[in-house]
């Protein structure tokens, strides 16, 4: 199968609201690995005025897959 530059690069969102909540999850996709992954999470989270702390930087947790 042939590469294609833009979707072998292309990052997805699903965003759910809830509105008895007010609660919003945002599911992303698509990073080349974690390091990238987590270098975006810390950016939308400072960019967005809230305190962000990776799971893995409170507990020494294994990796589920």
Partial sequence: MAHNKFTDNLITAMVFTNEDTNGLIIHINGFKDEIQA???????????????????????????H
Wanted: aromatic fraction near 12%.
């Fill in 38 to 64: 987590n270098k975006f999470a810390k950016k939308l989270m400072k960019n967005s005025g809230i305190e962000y702390k990776s799971i893995r930087d409170v507990f020494d947790l294994p990796t589920i």
